[in-house]
């Protein structure tokens, strides 16, 4: 019997554990450190004392495991991981309340048992059946609120498992130091995790006989005959019609948030105008009641698919579930296309008169604008450039027929998040893409190509223009030059023709002799002078007279002009 309620807590603990790690809701990360200390008290009670006073170090041991287990992904997140569906909250609450009842059996059971038998580990087992019953209860309620109620109590749930987990082990930390300084004839066996905070809470049917009960053993006085209890029990009554009274009072007491409005319905009909942020009065319920309508949020529906997966948007890969396809370009191509719409509600009297359900009535209206709209817009169109017209296109049919039905809302933007072609289809349209991409790749080599061979036939025009302009300017002076220094000797020429045909004759002589080398050698009987004739020498050679008729005649070599040169030179004494 005793076992069950240890493998009850130790299920209940792992889990905890399990909730803690899977479902997302922060709650029952502290949840899972209650029931692992829980489940540390139960199985402690039943295990027997060992030697060498090991029983401490293990509880010590597991009292850190309940703490650091749990505690080892509380800190990262607060609040509720993306991805918990409405469904599994359900199941939670379903298992959770199917546990408290067994759980409930068990103290109920126990509480019984207790009485006939004299195992004193009922005493403290009971209470902790008690105790994760009721953690458990307070789970099930915060979901059953956050599911049907839209009630964020998870904060304060997280707290009070905390602070319960943190009181009931700090007690036994105090409990286990105050034992070191009694006397060792005072020292009793001390169970552990028995304390006061327990059995004054769980140990009796409810919390208010435990607490009496454990006063009642712990200072010897009952609760039920002191006089504060009698003038309780008189006051009760009148307290309570006044609290409820207040209560009642206070729903005529309405404060409007600052991004919010408020709609007073006056006997059961809704007042024209809104009521601003602030604090206001009216006919308490049933006559009078203000819903607050938070006006200043801005809310978001998306509209092509049903949940974000959260990876990464590839076409080829699936990253939405419920992806929808839409007919464009006439009804002849398919895309995926993903439109988130934000809004806020402008007019919150709108808002709650004219529809039960603005939220699906926008997502309906959005579709079928959606609709009416893509057939007009090809594929490349909508993934490429004419995205922005599309949408904001889209914006001003929705905001108008929100208007046309009074729904009171504003349509804040309107974007194409996401456009791609079915999963399935997606390799065929990247091809295209890719071939889109390289035709505009040629076009553009080609263009830069042109302007490449356009500049350089240009600046090889340039230069050749200004090659033939300067040979032609050098050809001009040249020529110019040239008959320059051809004109200049006229007027020298007329002045002085024969001096100047001399001159002439003398340079071209000097110019046609200047590289050459003769040598003459003259035997020793010529005189001292002697005369050569050069060129025609039938008219110039002269005659041989009186005593210098022995003188030879002289060396007559032919040349083209005609020269005469007289050479002085002296006898040779060399011998004949």
């Known amino acids: 019997m005793l076992s069950c309620y240890a493998i009850a807590f130790t299920a209940c603990a792992i889990g905890g554990e399990y909730l803690a790690q899977s479902a997302g ?21 039943l295990i027997p004392p060992l030697r060498f006073r090991l029983r401490p170090l293990l509880l010590a041991l597991g009292t850190i495991a309940v703490v650091a287990v749990p505690g080892r992904f509380y800190f990262p997140r607060w609040g509720i991981i993306a991805g918990v569906s409405d469904e599994r909250l359900k199941l939670i609450a379903v298992v959770l309340a199917v546990i408290t009842f067994i759980l409930h059996f068990l103290a109920t059971y126990g509480s019984h048992s207790r009485k006939e038998s004299p195992h004193i580990a009922l005493d403290t087992l009971v209470p902790l059946a008690r105790l994760a019953a009721a953690a458990l209860a307070v789970a099930i309620v915060v979901i059953v609120a956050l599911l049907f109620f839209q009630k964020l109590w998870i904060r304060q749930a997280e707290i009070l498992f905390g602070a319960l987990t943190f009181i009931l082990i700090t007690e036994e930390i105090v409990r ?21 905070v327990l059995p004054s809470l769980f140990g009796q049917a409810g919390p208010l006989a435990s607490l009496s009960a454990s006063m009642e053993s712990a200072f010897g006085v009952k609760l039920g005959d002191t006089w504060l209890i009698h003038l309780a029990k008189k006051l009760a009554a009148p307290l309570i019609l006044l609290t409820i009274l207040g209560l009642w009072a206070g729903t005529g007491v309405t404060r409007i948030a600052v991004d919010s409005q408020g709609v007073l319905s ?20 049933p006559w009078g009641q203000v819903t607050p309508v938070v006006t200043g949020k801005i809310e978001e529906i998306s509209l092509g698919f049903e949940r974000d997966l959260s990876g990464p948007i590839l076409w080829a890969e699936k990253h939405f579930e419920g992806e929808q396809n839409l007919l464009v370009g006439g009804g002849e191509e398919l895309l995926t296309v993903n439109v988130p719409v934000h809004y806020r509600i402008r007019d919150a009297v709108s808002y709650l ?10 997502t309906t209206l959005g579709y079928h604008e959606l609709l009416r709209l893509t057939p007009a817009y090809s594929a490349f169109d909508l993934m490429t450039s004419r995205r922005e017209e599309v949408a904001s296109l ?20 309107v974007g194409f998040k996401d456009v791609h072609p079915p999963v399935e289809v997606a390799p065929a349209y990247q091809d295209v893409v890719s071939a889109e991409e390289q035709r505009l790749s040629l076009i553009d080599q080609a263009h830069t190509a042109s302007v490449t061979n356009l500049s350089e036939a240009h600046i090889s025009a340039l230069q050749a223009t200004i090659t033939s302009q300067a040979l032609a300017e050098e050809r001009v002076a040249r020529a110019e030059g040239e008959s320059s220094r051809f004109l200049a000797p006229a007027a020298v020429w007329q002045e002085q023709p024969e001096v100047y045909a001399t001159r002439l004759r003398l340079e071209a002589i000097e110019n046609a002799l200047s590289g050459i080398h003769q040598l003459y050698l003259l035997p020793a009987g010529v005189h001292q002078h002697s005369t050569f004739l050069f060129g025609n020498t039938s008219a110039l050679a002269p005659t041989t007279t009186g005593r210098n008729s022995n003188i030879p005649a002289p060396v007559i070599r032919p040349a083209n002009p005609v020269i005469k040169r007289t050479v002085t030179s002296k006898r040779a004494a060399a011998k004949p």
Do not use: C
């Open 176 to 196: 286990a130091i105050a034992r070191l300084y009694l006397p060792k004839r005072l020292r009793r066996a001390a169970i552990f995790g028995h304390g006061l």
């Open 25 to 45: 809701l922060a709650f029952f990360r502290t949840l899972a450190m209650l029931l692992g200390w829980i489940s540390l008290v139960a199985i402690s009670s």
């Open 266 to 285: 006056t006997n059961g009909f809704f007042q024209p105008l809104p009521l601003k942020p602030g604090l206001h009065f009216h006919a308490p319920w």
């Open 353 to 362: 008169t004219t529809g039960g359900d603005p939220r699906t009535a926008l």
């Open 394 to 413: 889209l914006k001003a049919r929705l905001q108008t027929e929100v208007d046309r039905l009074g729904l009171g809302i504003e349509i804040v933007f």
